[in-house]
């Protein structure tokens, strides 16, 4: 099997959440490369539509698929966290 270094996996995502904003800046500080892979995390406001968009890439599938389930756990709880406080 040959590796093309040039190619890279990428994966985005976007969720619409009405804690869009606090979820950003939750995970925001994680945003960093992390080794194999590399992430972009932001925050749009599309006319009142707030999404955090998670952009992933890394060099092999394995490595795209570990950086994504780090991720889309951080949101997840993230996202179950602001739901724990409203309910409160």
């Known amino acids: 099997m040959s590796s093309d270094s040039n190619y890279r996996n ?12 606090t979820i950003w800046q939750a995970v925001l500080p994680e945003d960093e490369d992390m080794g194999r ?29 570990a950086a994504l389930n780090t991720w889309l756990r951080l949101i997840q709880i993230s996202e179950e966290m602001q739901e724990a406080i409203r309910d409160e």
């Not at 990428?10 to 904003?21: C, I, N, S």
Request: with cysteine.
């Open 37 to 65: 892979s590399s992430s972009k995390v932001s925050f749009c406001d599309d006319g009142g539509v707030q999404s955090v968009i998670l952009t992933v890439e890394a060099d092999d599938i394995s490595a795209l698929r």
């Open 10 to 21: 990428k994966a985005v995502f976007r969720f619409e959440t009405p804690y869009a904003k």
